[in-house]
């Protein structure tokens, strides 16, 4: 059973950093692409970022770029977003999920995404 788990949320000020981690299990994790996605309130889920496991590409939203990074640990089987310079309209709840994948590069369309995992909650305050 492919299992997802996003933890590491929390209260942090404007200007801040944090890093919200996503444990995964329960499929061949070189196979596929783990990406992140927000939903704010009121607003759409949206792409945050994407790593292909199997050779470690990566892609971003374009409004995030330089401020947020995708990685994995050498195991492969937990995935980092770190998040730096925090604004409060960073204010979601952050999901990862997960595809089969076998590409060198991984995409942010949430309609290829099959397996998703709960959210945690990060609030950036002013």
């Known amino acids: 059973e492919v299992q997802l788990q996003a933890s590491g949320g929390g209260l942090v000020q404007a200007g801040g950093s944090l890093r919200v981690s996503c444990e995964v299990s329960?499929?061949?994790?070189?196979?596929?692409?783990i990406g992140w996605f927000r939903q704010a309130p009121g607003k759409e889920r949206e792409g945050v970022a994407c790593?292909?496991?199997?050779?470690?590409?990566?892609a971003y939203a374009e409004s995030l770029k330089g401020r947020f990074a995708v990685s994995n640990n050498n195991a492969k089987t937990t995935v980092f977003l770190q998040m730096n310079s925090l604004k409060p309209e960073d204010t979601a709840v952050y999901s990862c999920?997960?595809?089969?994948?076998?590409?060198?590069?991984?995409?942010?369309?949430?309609?290829?995404?099959?397996?998703w995992g709960q959210g945690t909650q990060v609030t950036v305050s002013s």
């Open positions: 329960g499929f061949r994790f070189k196979d596929y692409a």
């Open positions: 999920a997960a595809y089969s994948n076998s590409y060198n590069f991984c995409v942010l369309d949430l309609s290829d995404y099959e397996y």
């Open positions: 790593i292909s496991v199997s050779d470690g590409s990566r």
